[in-house]
């Protein structure tokens, strides 16, 4: 980190998490992805110079792999392979489809990667619950309109009088309250070097006493989306959507419920601006947006930005962009769309978020999962995007068939009877999904 110009008035620069965290499982929260053993990036140390965007480099970490039984090596995935017909998959998957882990509604769609042929819809086009599978669609928007190496920045700036000091929210809610760590994704920045550097500025001009203010313009807008659930937040499943946060408050499930991430996060900064023996005023001011500002509307934005680009959202209704809330609707025609783009190999960017999908069996959300019984054999193959709610689950994913053919698949199911557990519902589709891998069904 470097001291920026005088003339913009900038005491020091943050790096913050870079903006696929989320999507690859790093972290928690609204974009949640699994990653591959064998693309897992790790941030090295970032580079900067004064007056320059500082860079990232990747390395790769190594992830221990799950012990499974040894088998006959898989055929390659290509074009050669033949490719299953319609009425050969509905024959082998009739029985998996009835399963009663699933309920009585199930929405599922099966396509050939290469072509994008349609090889068995059923009910594709009926909205169902999505549950998180919705994130391959917010994925989708994200990879499509931005850079997925961009950083978040925090910054602390000069106010308008000579003691004020103003900390400007740049979306980082993953700051370490004390040292960052370079290497590390959960406190890569840390509020003690923007301390350091804030308050070496600040005796350089002669000032000792200062009052802090928060500057939370960076993107205004609500921090629970309407159809979250208290009992939701209370567990820790997810948190609020602010603009700066500690990385010791991220939500975690079972831990505690943090309300005001913000306001955490300046009085952490205010106590290590004070351990450089600074006097700060107990008082910390929020800056309010501007008249008019508009809030955000992020999931009518993923929805526009994914109809721009071929998926249908005819019957998707996004009341956010996770699929927690009540509400939301997604149809398996549409995630089908969404991972027909993907795996076609026609966009580098989403082709990235396909092949970052947790693999059955080994990472992700799909860790502990494949690992024993009729779902085994799809173990290492599948790589899939979960979905789970009280009442709902889903799959959305890929899978190379018996013949080595590489399949695009979506299956929902949101009717699932209050007396069939989650655990049952996600074995089902994993049998499913197994059944499929299983298959050659020419």
């Known amino acids: 980190m470097s001291r920026a110009p005088a003339a913009a008035g900038a005491l020091i620069l943050a790096l913050g998490s870079y903006l696929t965290a989320d999507i690859f499982d790093l972290v928690p929260g609204a974009l949640t992805l699994g990653l591959s053993s064998s693309d897992v990036g790790m941030p090295a140390v970032p580079t900067s110079t004064p007056g320059s965007s500082p860079s990232v480099t990747f390395t790769l970490a190594t992830i221990p792999s799950a012990v499974v039984s040894p088998a006959e090596p898989l055929p390659i995935a290509g074009d050669s392979a033949p490719m299953p017909t319609g009425a050969g998959l509905r024959a082998a998957l009739n029985r998996a489809l009835a399963d009663s882990g699933l309920g009585s509604s199930v929405g599922l769609t099966i396509r050939d990667a290469s072509t994008g042929t349609h090889l068995l819809d059923v009910s594709a086009q009926l909205p169902r619950t999505p549950a998180s599978t919705v994130k391959l669609l917010t994925a989708t928007a994200i990879v499509s309109t931005l850079d997925p190496g961009t950083t978040f920045s925090t910054r602390a700036l000069r106010g308008t009088g000579p003691h004020d000091v103003i900390l400007v929210t740049g979306g980082d809610t993953l700051l370490s309250p004390g040292k960052g760590n370079p290497s590390a994704v959960a406190g890569r920045a840390g509020l003690a070097d923007l301390a350091d550097q804030t308050a070496r500025a600040l005796r350089a001009d002669g000032v000792t006493r200062i009052r802090l203010h928060i500057d939370e313009r960076y993107a205004p807008g609500r921090w629970y989306a309407p159809g979250w659930l208290d009992a939701d937040v209370n567990a820790g499943l997810t948190g609020p959507v602010a603009m700066l946060g500690p990385s010791t408050e991220r939500p975690v499930p079972g831990g505690v419920a943090f309300s005001d991430p913000v306001s955490s ?151 699932i009877p209050p007396g069939v557990g989650k655990l049952t519902a996600r074995a089902a589709l994993d049998r499913f999904v197994a059944t499929l891998a299983s298959c050659g069904c020419g």
């Open 265 to 415: 996060t300046a009085r952490a900064f205010r106590k290590q601006l004070a351990g450089h023996g600074l006097t700060v005023d107990p008082a910390i001011d929020h800056m309010a947006a501007p008249a008019g500002a508009p809030d955000l509307g992020v999931a009518a934005w993923v929805k526009k930005t994914v109809k721009a680009r071929g998926v249908s959202v005819e019957g998707v209704t996004m009341i956010d962009t996770s699929g927690l809330s009540a509400g939301s609707l997604v149809t398996a025609y549409a995630l089908g769309d969404v991972l027909e783009l993907a795996a076609g190999g026609k966009d580098p960017a989403l082709q990235d978020v396909v092949a970052q999908l947790p693999v059955a069996g080994l990472t992700g959300t799909l860790a502990d999962r494949f690992l024993t019984g009729s779902s085994h054999p799809a173990a290492g193959i599948v790589r899939a995007k979960t979905g789970t709610l009280t009442g709902a689950s889903a799959l959305a994913g890929t899978v190379v068939d018996k013949d080595g053919r590489l399949l695009v698949f979506a299956i929902l199911a949101d009717r």
